[in-house]
T-cell receptor, first 113, second 115 residues
């Protein structure tokens, strides 16, 4: 069965610092990979996705993620965080050709001024 | 453009009562998803529809839960009778078509509290 692990439940970084959120998945083949962001009291918004091709994908709000097949990872990065990036971030996977997403438990990001 | 609309945004009810959550997908979208988010279990897919037809309801926890989509612009998730362990945030999402290459757009959620 597919599974997604986000090892960090909560991360705190200073405004202007770089950020990396970890995501590891377990699946027989390369699935489709996604990162979503959830601001307090809001629904989820898609940040970026990977289907195939270039393993470094760019998303909205200055985020990027890199797919590493050998490590079964899809880590999210941002070179310089802003206070408005404080939110919860979810990694999700789904098999190619299917419609169901499996979400990780989420990482809550706090930004120190 | 309006996004996915959910109502009510907050619902407080007593154990044993019937609860109905409503969702209006984005116009033109023909896939609709219901998710539940809890601290213990995270975000789980309950059921999804393509062209108003339920495709996979394997995530529906019990027979107390039912979902319908009578037309392309409206869906309901009903819990009868409700129990305290049903307390969660319920999200509705819609996408243009089947397949994960179509982005799922999420509504703001309904926070349900069952006392």
């Amino acid at each position: 069965a597919q599974s997604v692990t986000q090892p960090d439940i909560h991360i705190t970084v200073s405004e202007g610092a770089s950020l990396e959120l970890r995501c590891n998945y377990s699946y027989g083949a390369t699935p489709y990979l996604f990162w979503y962001v959830q601001s307090p009291g809001q629904g989820l918004q898609l940040l970026l996705k990977y289907f195939s091709g270039d393993t470094l994908v760019q998303g909205i709000k200055g985020f990027e993620a890199e797919f590493k097949r050998s490590q079964s990872s899809f880590n999210l990065r941002k070179p310089s965080v802003h206070w408005s990036d404080a939110a919860e971030y979810f990694c999700a996977v789904g098999p190619q050709g299917a419609q169901k997403l499996v979400f990780g438990q989420g990482t809550r990001l706090t930004i120190n001024p | 453009d309006a996004g996915v609309i959910q109502s009510p945004r907050h619902e407080v009810t007593e154990m044993g009562q019937e609860v109905t959550l409503r969702c209006k997908p984005i116009s033109g979208h023909n896939s609709l998803f219901w998710y539940r988010q809890t601290m213990m279990r995270g975000l789980e897919l309950l059921i999804y529809f393509n062209n108003n037809v339920p495709i996979d309801d394997s995530g529906m926890p019990e027979d107390r839960f039912s979902a319908k989509m009578p037309n392309a612009s409206f869906s309901t998730l009903k819990i009868q009778p409700s129990e305290p362990r049903d307390s969660a945030v319920y999200f509705c999402a819609s996408s243009l078509g089947a397949g994960l290459t179509n982005e799922q757009f999420f509504g703001p959620g309904t926070r349900l509290t069952v006392l």
